[in-house]
């Protein structure tokens, strides 16, 4: 069964740094790209980063990078999210995703999905 598990999110202060992890189980994820999506209360679910099975990655939108990271560890069938100098408005459900090979800002081109972690960044 093909299975992602997102962990690490939390209560932050601004200025303050989480690292996401995204965990696949049933498949490798060495073969997918893997994106990570935030998702805050009545907005649309946006991209933030992707990394593609070549490794090459990508952030979007404009106000993370610089912030975020993304990264693999292959041996642990891992992707990592390395956020810092939180905002309060980097609030929201964080998610990632999996799809064959490129990365893509289109959330509906991903076909699997974890169940997401919330970051929440406040004083």
């Known amino acids: 069964q093909v299975q992602l598990v997102e962990s690490g999110g939390g209560l932050v202060q601004p200025g303050g740094s989480l690292r996401l992890s995204c965990v696949g189980s049933?498949?490798?994820?060495?073969?997918?790209?893997i994106g990570w999506f935030r998702q805050a209360p009545g907005k649309e679910r946006e991209g933030v980063a992707c990394?593609?099975?070549?490794?090459?990655?990508?952030t979007a939108p404009d106000s993370v990078k610089g912030r975020f990271t993304i990264s693999r560890d292959n041996a642990k069938n891992t992707v990592y999210l390395q956020m810092n100098s939180l905002k309060p408005e980097d609030t929201a459900a964080y998610y990632c995703?999996?799809?064959?090979?490129?990365?893509?800002?289109?959330?509906?081109?991903?076909?699997?999905w974890g169940q997401g972690t919330q970051v929440t960044v406040s004083s």
């Open positions: 990394i593609s099975s070549s490794g090459s990655t990508t």
């Open positions: 995703a999996a799809k064959s090979y490129k990365c893509t800002s289109y959330p509906s081109l991903f076909n699997s």
């Open positions: 049933g498949f490798t994820l060495d073969y997918y790209a």
